[in-house]
Nanobody
């Protein structure tokens, strides 16, 4: 399983970024997939995720209305469109997949089987 996140960078507060995650090495549409983020010294925080059928997308309350998650089963990719970025959004963003994730555990990091390396998002004020 390979998960390659990209699109991170430096952006001013209020700006936008679009993250992407390219997946390979497994049957993409059999897995739940999502984004989490982490800052040094803190636990990994759930951002957004979807079940394998793409019918359910869950967002963390902190990003609702600003982040949009999308999944393309034909291209084996997911994207995270982020607008109105805030300083508290700065973190390393990771994509992760899980084969047996159920809706009630979409936001639980331990439910996911594989994690990518992450991409850094820096927000300047």
């Amino acid at each position: 399983v390979q998960l390659q996140a990209s699109g991170g960078g430096l952006v001013q507060a209020g700006g936008t970024l679009r993250l992407s995650c390219a997946a390979s090495g497994f049957t993409f549409d059999d897995y739940a997939i999502g984004w989490s983020r982490q800052v040094p010294g803190k636990e990994r925080e759930f951002v957004a995720a979807t079940l394998r059928n793409s019918g359910t997308i869950k967002y963390a309350d902190s990003v609702k209305g600003r982040f949009t998650f999308s999944r393309d089963n034909a291209k084996n990719t997911i994207d995270l469109q982020m607008i109105n970025l805030k300083s508290e959004d700065a973190a390393v963003y990771y994509c992760a997949v899980g084969e047996r994730v159920i809706a009630s555990r979409l936001s639980v990091a331990a439910a996911y089987d594989y994690w990518g390396r992450g991409t850094q998002v820096t927000v300047s004020s």
